[in-house]
């Protein structure tokens, strides 16, 4: 007999409380919990608890597991199993991959920062994001907001927020919310800006077309600081 588990090996988890699994024939042994272990880096607390028959007219079983993972693989082992004629189960063992981090992220500019309206702000996140799960919240995106994913260590791991037209002048905040491949939630990320949209201006001492001489400076005052 042959084994199907849901969810499918190899998939990227946050948590792992059952695997369903549908054999292809009949099976003895199935339901009994201590034909299945577990084995990996990322078993940490996590223990088969118990094994019981769903559906006999598809041969499906569940495994119950407790406990908390750790970051990293998890493999399902099952054993002792075998159709009614005593051929053993092939394929037996199911391995997972359990990221338990949630991610982090810092922008740039830092918030509390003023920034010119045109000016984009970057979101780098610890590892690979969901791009689908990407919400903006905030002024900033209500004003008009265009996000573009790219790559500085991991895939789609740096989002730039860009202005579809020109942030608006004066308090701006952006509210920024996404899951990682495993569908850790990042903790809201709040920021706020000052959009400063007044071009500076500048004095000079002499004057313009004022008279000096070779030793004379020439001081340049500017409206605000400058960059």
Known sequence: PTVVASPAGGSLLK??????????????GADSAGNYSLSGAGVNTLAVSTAVLLDAGTHTYRVTLTGSPSSGSVSLIASNIQDTLGNP???????????VTAPTATASPASTSTISSSQAITIQFSESM??????????????????????????NDKLTVSPSSAWSGGAAGLTVNASDLAGNALSPLSLSYTVDTQAPSATTTPAHLGRMTTGTSIVVQFSEAMN
């Open 130 to 155: 969901n791009t689908g799960s990407l919400s903006l919240g905030g002024s900033m995106n209500t004003s008009g907001a265009s996000t573009a994913w790219s790559q500085q260590t991991f895939p």
């Open 15 to 28: 948590a792992l409380a059952s695997v369903d699994l549908t054999f292809s024939k009949p099976v003895n």
């Open 89 to 99: 189960l092939a394929g037996g063992t199911i391995t997972y991959t359990l990221d």
